[in-house]
């Protein structure tokens, strides 16, 4: 068994092993001519509970043919250019080449001790972002697991730098199409139930700051202390951003903490074209960033920021085995004093390698193109009678319906579209993603992949309505 140890006598098994592994998914990608086989759960669950872990295949040439039958063929694949659901991207070969390089080493980047340099190349990473984003000199933060992380762990220092005697007074504002794992945090934070306020938007899906004025007012008139307010910038839905100039000033006037949820919106930190977008967000206490959204990364990647490194000090706990008090006064660098987590990926690198191999520019290049891709398909969308399309891209997430002309019961409309997005992944040709506005149901695209062409959004517009014509024309023939 001791020739599977990756050390120094099994390096060629090593290298063979992987490159075997390595051409395999070359060989995927190179073949995948849809996003996704359509496969559903009950004709996959078979497959892989039919194989005894008990029962080892011992070599991993078997385990790889394995692999085929139970995750490769049916995956569904993010580089493809039909793929428009979430907000995964293709990802790019540096930090695919880190990936490999951090998890054969195995740092861990809770103490110095468990990884010397990684420490240090985190902390320029965290510089750099910081920068970037305008946060001033004593800026701080750390690498997390993703932007639902980076939120709790922003609302929680924002929880403890509040003045109050009371978790039950606290208060939280967001929009009402902030992410959820705003509300989520305030629960574990021990919150009580009414602490999130949820802020309406305008037209364009940004919080209308005249209401949080307003509720800011109501809060302090009712003896109640606001927490924090989080700005989004990139809601999830609508990649709208909220004005983040306004929230800054009302949170200075209020002494509210101001997190800014650019968990998307961040790829424009790099972007050549649009960086004004989100101009304001230097003001921020605190803000959440998923490089695994829009800088191209593979998941993990995803960082929370600072304003005031002195904050951090609220996740701070010393353990003796680990990061005794005495190692601050020798100076020895640790993150684990910054962070939720312990044992901790080194997910930097992968960022670091995109940095230096493509440059800021490069990855910046790469969104800018997919924020015109969104322009494009807007345009195609209002001038096609077919389609209803909610607002204007401030990123590159467009939300639309299908209306058929010859139907007026909103309900009907409602599940044609349903239908049509089931449909569409059913067959594998594209993925495209679903929510609901003003309480109906709307269909997604979100475009992450620069390889995706006007002509594809086009051709799946096409697949959309035919799909939803078929359930129309069936559900009529129902009726009749
Ligand atoms: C995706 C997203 C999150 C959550 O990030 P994860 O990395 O999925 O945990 C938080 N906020 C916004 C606005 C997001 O889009």
Known sequence: MRSHLLNDTNAERYRRTVTEGVERVAAKLAATDRPFTGITADALAPRIESIDLDRPLGDTTAVLDELEEVYLRDAVYFH???????????????????????SAVNSSLDTWDQSAGGTLIERKLVDWTAARIGLGP??????????SQSNLQALLLAREEAKTDSLEKLRVFASEVSHFSVKKSAQLLGLGQDAVVCVPVDHDKRMQTVALARELERCAQDGLVPM??????????F???????EIAALCERF???????????CGLLTSVKYRDRIDGIEHADSVTVDYHKSFFQPVSSSAVLVKDAATLRHATYHAE???????????????????????RRFDALKLWMTLRTMGADGIGQLFDEVCDLAVEGWKLLAADPRFDVVVEPSLSTLVFRYIPRAVTDPAEIDRANLY???????????????????????????????????DDMAAVLDLIAGHAEQYLGESLDRAS
């Open 80 to 102: 493809h250019p039909r793929y428009l659901a979430h907000l995964n991207c293709p990802v790019v070969i540096p930090a695919v080449l880190g990936e490999a390089v951090l």
């Open 138 to 147: 004593a800026a701080d933060g750390v690498f997390t697991s993703g932007g």
């Open 228 to 237: 924090a307010v989080v700005a989004t910038a990139g809601t999830t839905d």
């Open 239 to 245: 990649g709208s951003i909220d004005p983040l100039s």
């Open 255 to 265: 002494g509210a903490w101001m997190h800014v949820d650019a968990a998307y919106g």
């Open 321 to 343: 085995y680990l990061n005794p008090r005495r190692m601050v006064q020798e100076r020895i660098p640790n993150q684990v004093d910054k962070s939720l987590q312990t044992t």
């Open 420 to 454: 049509a997005r089931k449909a569409l992944f059913a067959s594998g040709d594209a993925v495209v993603a679903g929510t609901k506005v003003s309480g109906r149901h709307y269909l997604k695209f979100t475009l992450l992949n620069p390889e995706t062409t006007v």
